[in-house]
């Protein structure tokens, strides 16, 4: 009795803490908290004319399709919202989704959007006025071709499918046709003012035959491709010239000046991480020999090839960062601030066509939506930042983002903290539904490899009719467990993901995320199965046994 009495007297002393303590610290926080962000958001209209902005005519989209087609009437839904946050334009990497014809219609996959619906989706985009840059791999990443028996004889090399011989004529040919069919596409819509190529992670240069034969450097290889290439490019559609830049990275600036200035290329030079290793060196290279620049960050898609979910602060410091480098730039020698051609927020769904799929875009909205804000902020001028400062006051800076973003998705995002665990957004079911996942694979996997359960012993001395047969029934109960917990989920999953995605992607997705965890789970289940059966054991007697290792 006393000690119910002390429990409800103590219950009365934190209720008053709270209510007369906590609760009025809470409330007065958040009061100067507000209070300070609107005095700063005052001081920034106040001092606008003052303040240092970048200057970006495009801010396009990624939105990369190969192997994970969306839902075109998803898509269609992102544009309003798109639009309201400064985007003019995307850029879609549609890879073996595109309704290809002819010969080669083998490349699309069988599960590709068709003419009449892809089309659709175009027009819808144009009458909203955003301008579609289509991107078709041109050298590298080229598996979805270069697989194929009736194209692998066009390897740059047998083994590895990812790179095309640019020697070949019929190599030539196979890239014309395929960008022809891209192009006429498009262009039965709106024109093209940009068509991306292509041209990142060639992994196999000037090895075969063909190739070597010519007596070119790999850096002559290259260029000499992009300048095929781009010629093709101008012979079907009066739009310039897109590349990733990676491999011109390498160019020394001595050996440019063999190369002419290509009129009509523009580098996109791309830089996924938080601390960016851009140098002023190859920016002031692609400044001589090309017309425009463009920059590439990343808002999914960076942070692993199985990463379920991206990693927010990442993904906002690499856009932080590169708005705090090309704010007020300037080249050596020159006064004038450079004026960069715009920036593609990337948002790879793979690493490689062979590659497993990463984050899925419904749950990454949040993450897109937040480094679209970051650019606006840029593109609208800081008013805190001074031409000699080194650095932004990055949690002044961060004060006004999240004060945008709780807005948004109705939720609390904290200073330095970055979870949108409890916002609202479409997709956020998705995103629950898959945080329950990860969580449930991860206590099945603890449970698995953990030191106090002997399940790396079980097959072993399963095979030898030496288990503990109330382990057996132990461990079968949890594993069934489990195994009944992972399939509910996986259902789950699948409805939600099928308001976005086809089922073709939603059963890869589903079990490719489940396999090894389940695989293992069945394996035990089926000895601890066929194990109950036994009644009666022998003498321990391991000199017998089957199932003993042998060794060459």
Not at 25 to 46: A, N, P
Not at 419 to 431: A, N, Q, S, V
Not at 492 to 499: A, V
Request: net charge positive; hydrophobic share 40%.
């Amino acid at each position: 009795m006393v000690n119910i009495n002390k429990m409800v007297t103590m219950r009365k002393i934190r209720k008053i803490k709270f209510k007369f303590f906590i609760l009025p610290l809470v409330i007065i926080s958040t009061y100067l908290l507000l209070t300070h962000i609107f005095l700063e958001m005052w001081h920034l209209k106040r001092n606008k004319s003052n303040s240092l902005s970048v200057d970006l005519p495009n801010v396009i989209v990624h939105i990369d399709l190969k192997g994970t087609p969306l839902k075109l009437s998803y898509l269609e839904s992102l544009i309003p919202g798109l639009k309201k946050y400064g985007v003019n334009g995307i850029l879609i990497e549609y890879e073996d989704m595109f309704p290809y014809e002819g010969r080669l219609a083998n490349l699309s996959a069988e599960y590709r959007y068709n003419k009449s619906e892809l089309k659709r989706f175009l027009a819808m985009a144009n009458k909203e006025g955003l301008q579609i840059i289509p991107l078709i791999q041109t050298f590298g990443h080229l598996e979805y071709v270069l697989k194929l028996a009736e194209f692998q004889h066009l390897r740059e090399l047998e083994l590895y499918p990812d790179s095309i011989c640019p020697t070949r004529l019929e190599s030539g040919s196979l890239l014309k046709d395929i960008i022809k069919q891209v192009v006429d596409l498009h262009t039965e819509i709106a024109p093209l003012k940009y068509v991306h190529i292509g041209c990142d992670e060639v992994f196999h240069v000037n090895k075969c035959q063909y190739c070597n034969k010519r007596k070119l450097s790999n850096r002559e290889l290259f260029l000499q491709h992009i300048k095929s290439i781009s010629e093709v490019v101008k012979s079907l559609a009066e739009a310039k010239v897109l590349i990733w830049d990676d491999m011109l990275r390498d160019i020394k600036p001595g050996e440019w000046h063999t190369f002419e200035p290509f009129s009509d290329v523009h580098p996109v030079y791309w830089d996924y991480s938080p601390n960016l290793q851009v140098t002023h060196l190859n920016l002031l290279k692609y400044h001589t020999k090309f017309p425009d620049i463009w920059i590439a960050s990343a808002y999914k898609g960076a942070d692993g090839k199985t990463a379920t979910f991206p990693n927010l602060k990442k993904r906002f410091l690499n856009h932080f960062s590169w708005m705090n480098l090309i704010v007020d730039y300037t080249f050596g020698g020159e006064t004038d601030v450079y004026k960069f051609k715009g920036i593609i927020l990337t948002g790879w769904s793979r690493y490689s066509h062979m590659d497993p799929p990463c984050e899925l875009l419904p749950i990454s909205f949040p993450s897109l939506i937040l480094n679209l804000i970051v650019i606006e902020r840029f593109k609208n001028g800081i008013s805190y930042l001074k031409k000699d400062d080194s650095n932004i006051p990055i949690n002044t800076f961060k004060r006004h983002l999240y004060y945008d973003l709780n807005t948004i998705f109705n939720c609390m995002f904290i200073v330095n903290e970055f979870d949108y665990t409890k916002c609202t957004f479409e997709g956020d079911k998705l995103y629950q539904s898959l945080k329950h996942h990860n969580k449930m694979l991860s206590s099945a996997n603890d449970l698995l490899h953990s030191d106090e359960n002997p399940f790396n012993s079980i097959d072993y001395y399963a095979s030898i009719d030496n288990l503990n047969m109330n382990s057996v029934s132990q461990y079968k109960v949890q594993l069934n467990l489990y195994l009944d917990d992972i399939t509910q989920l996986e259902k789950n999953i699948m409805k939600e993901m099928s308001k976005y995605y086809y089922k073709e992607f939603t059963l890869e997705y589903v079990n490719y995320k489940s396999y090894n965890i389940k695989k293992q789970i069945i394996k035990f289940l089926k000895i601890f199965n066929a194990y109950m059966q036994n009644k009666i054991w022998q003498r321990r007697s391991y000199s017998n046994k089957s199932a003993h290792v042998i060794y060459p």
